[in-house]
């Protein structure tokens, strides 16, 4: 039977439309994926991503975006690095080592750039509400994301495509300015911790001289600015210095009093709102994360549920005059408490190879054969999609040569399989050097095959049939 209807993650969406985005130099061979897809899901934006995910896993996409999310850890930490050096790089530059500072122009070099970056967040963010538009301005998130995509050792062949399909899916619902927020205000957020403990040490443990000396600056100027700036800490009870220090010559006791200023103006100016912004963030983020969906209404995912529709079987409304049904359940789902139900898969053997083996056959529930037909393979995936929990033994020839098209195959029926083994048949009887299963052996190991388990021989085979059951 059919999966019932999921809610689709971020990856399904991103995977969708970087294959909207591939397949816009031509349309991809995908007469399995589509038939896998339609058996699988009964709703039409399942079988839509149900065919991406299928697709990914064959093209190779879901290994890039295993990259791309490691990527994006490595990103991260190198934009930390860098958003310290803005926030907290220029401010170590200004203090120096023992010399007098001028505590505005310190208060700036810490601020001024994050402060000012986080206004234009904020601005964007009141026009998107404004006017219904989920664009978001350049920002860390952004340059995270297309940095990962293209970081050295981690680039794949589709992790450019990737990045178009995040942009792509972000767009469609509208999130691009809260998700690039949520990681431009964590790394900030993160920079601003590094930047605040870099003060904290250098305060700690050498001598500042910090003043509001000036050469063109009235001291009314600094008046204002420490008055303004001192009414938050002052109003959540910090120690702040007065409106006398501004005029007085510089002493350790006022400098002492700036430093502890300047540390929690850099909590509370720089910090907290990052923190604040970055929990509201993610607060949309999770809220519209529940209704995540394909815009079916794109010409693109209208073709595909076209195509889908005309995969329906036609209904018969009068029961009385329906045909005799010839396309009954080729597997039966296992109950609750079962074994897993055992197939026994001949795959493109040849004529003069005996089949099916009397001593497997009959340790098997079912025994299928593959001649080699696309409708054939399409049937068995299809069956085993509908049949959930079975586990597959798949019969080759150990004369054949291993090629694309069956370790296509045996992926396909390792995704519907709860476990899949494969035996090289060859026949005893001739005793010829065409008959190597161990290069079956070599090929499952050097392959991304190796989840399927290797059968040396009918009696390995035997073995491996017999694990599961009672």
């Given at each position: 039977?059919?999966?019932?209807?999921?809610?689709?993650?971020?990856?399904?969406?991103?995977?969708?439309?970087?294959?909207?985005?591939?397949?816009?130099?031509?349309?991809?061979?995908d007469?399995?994926?589509?038939?896998?897809?339609?058996?699988?899901?009964?709703?039409?934006q399942?079988?839509?991503?149900?065919?991406?995910?299928?697709?990914?896993?064959?093209?190779?996409?879901?290994?890039?975006?295993?990259r791309?999310?490691?990527?994006?850890?490595?990103a991260a930490?190198?934009?930390?690095?860098?958003?310290w050096?803005?926030a907290?790089?220029?401010?170590?530059r200004?203090?120096?080592?023992?010399?007098?500072?001028?505590?505005?122009f310190?208060?700036?070099?810490?601020?001024?750039m994050p402060?000012?970056?986080?206004?234009?967040?904020?601005?964007?963010?009141?026009?998107?509400?404004l006017?219904?538009?989920?664009?978001?301005?350049?920002?860390?998130?952004?340059?995270?994301?297309?940095?990962?995509?293209?970081?050295?050792?981690?680039?794949?062949?589709?992790?450019?495509?990737?990045?178009?399909?995040?942009?792509?899916?972000?767009?469609?619902?509208?999130?691009?300015?809260?998700?690039f927020?949520?990681?431009?205000?964590?790394?900030?957020?993160?920079?601003?911790?590094?930047?605040?403990?870099t003060?904290?040490?250098?305060?700690?443990?050498?001598?500042?001289?910090?003043?509001?000396?000036?050469?063109?600056?009235?001291?009314?100027?600094?008046?204002?600015?420490?008055?303004?700036t001192?009414?938050?800490?002052?109003?959540?009870?910090?120690?702040?210095?007065?409106?006398?220090?501004?005029?007085?010559?510089?002493?350790?006791?006022?400098?002492?009093?700036?430093?502890?200023?300047?540390?929690?103006?850099?909590?509370?100016?720089?910090?907290?709102?990052?923190?604040?912004?970055?929990v509201v963030?993610?607060?949309?983020?999770?809220?519209?994360?529940?209704?995540?969906?394909?815009?079916?209404?794109?010409?693109?995912?209208?073709?595909?549920?076209?195509?889908?529709?005309?995969?329906?079987?036609?209904s018969?409304?009068?029961?009385?005059?329906?045909?005799?049904?010839?396309?009954?359940?080729?597997?039966h789902?296992?109950?609750?408490?079962?074994?897993?139900?055992?197939?026994?898969?001949?795959?493109?053997?040849p004529?003069?190879?005996?089949?099916?083996?009397?001593?497997?056959?009959?340790?098997?529930?079912h025994?299928?054969?593959?001649?080699?037909?696309m409708?054939?393979?399409?049937?068995?995936?299809?069956a085993?999609a509908?049949?959930?929990?079975?586990?597959?033994?798949?019969?080759?020839?150990?004369?054949?040569?291993?090629?694309?098209?069956?370790?296509?195959?045996?992926?396909q029926?390792?995704?519907?399989?709860?476990?899949?083994?494969?035996?090289?048949?060859?026949?005893?009887?001739?005793?010829?050097?065409?008959?190597?299963?161990?290069?079956?052996?070599?090929?499952?190991?050097?392959?991304?095959?190796?989840?399927?388990?290797?059968?040396?021989?009918?009696?390995?085979?035997?073995?491996?049939?017999?694990?599961?059951?009672?």
């Amino acid at each position: 039977m059919p999966a019932s209807p999921s809610a689709p993650t971020f990856r399904d969406l991103t995977l969708a439309h970087t294959l909207r985005l591939l397949e816009e130099a031509g349309a991809l061979d995908d007469a399995s994926e589509m038939a896998l897809a339609h058996a699988r899901s009964r709703d039409e934006q399942g079988r839509l991503l149900e065919r991406a995910r299928l697709l990914a896993r064959r093209l190779g996409l879901l290994d890039d975006w295993a990259r791309l999310t490691t990527g994006l850890w490595i990103a991260a930490g190198l934009l930390v690095v860098l958003a310290w050096l803005l926030a907290g790089g220029l401010l170590t530059r200004v203090l120096g080592s023992g010399q007098t500072v001028n505590a505005a122009f310190a208060f700036l070099a810490m601020l001024g750039m994050p402060l000012l970056a986080l206004l234009v967040w904020l601005l964007w963010a009141v026009g998107s509400w404004l006017f219904g538009q989920g664009s978001a301005p350049w920002s860390l998130g952004q340059t995270l994301l297309a940095l990962a995509a293209r970081m050295p050792g981690l680039h794949g062949p589709h992790s450019l495509a990737l990045l178009r399909g995040a942009h792509a899916a972000l767009r469609q619902q509208r999130l691009s300015l809260w998700v690039f927020g949520a990681i431009s205000h964590g790394l900030w957020a993160l920079a601003f911790v590094l930047a605040l403990l870099t003060l904290l040490v250098l305060f700690s443990f050498q001598a500042y001289q910090l003043t509001w000396e000036t050469t063109i600056l009235s001291p009314a100027f600094f008046d204002g600015f420490l008055r303004i700036t001192s009414w938050l800490p002052r109003a959540l009870g910090v120690v702040v210095p007065q409106a006398a220090v501004v005029h007085a010559a510089p002493s350790a006791a006022d400098s002492q009093a700036i430093a502890w200023w300047l540390l929690a103006c850099g909590l509370l100016y720089g910090l907290v709102p990052r923190l604040i912004a970055l929990v509201v963030c993610a607060a949309v983020w999770a809220r519209r994360a529940r209704h995540l969906g394909l815009d079916t209404r794109d010409p693109y995912f209208r073709q595909l549920a076209t195509r889908f529709a005309s995969m329906a079987k036609a209904s018969v409304v009068d029961a009385e005059h329906a045909p005799p049904s010839d396309h009954a359940p080729l597997f039966h789902p296992r109950t609750p408490g079962q074994t897993p139900p055992t197939v026994l898969i001949g795959f493109e053997l040849p004529d003069n190879l005996p089949w099916p083996p009397q001593a497997l056959a009959e340790r098997a529930d079912h025994v299928h054969t593959i001649r080699g037909s696309m409708g054939e393979r399409l049937g068995l995936l299809t069956a085993l999609a509908a049949a959930p929990g079975m586990r597959a033994l798949v019969v080759c020839s150990a004369a054949a040569s291993p090629d694309r098209g069956t370790a296509r195959f045996l992926r396909q029926v390792c995704a519907e399989a709860v476990d899949c083994a494969l035996l090289p048949l060859g026949i005893e009887t001739v005793g010829t050097m065409d008959n190597k299963p161990q290069r079956w052996a070599h090929w499952l190991a050097d392959s991304d095959l190796q989840a399927v388990a290797f059968c040396a021989s009918p009696g390995d085979a035997r073995q491996w049939m017999e694990q599961h059951r009672g």
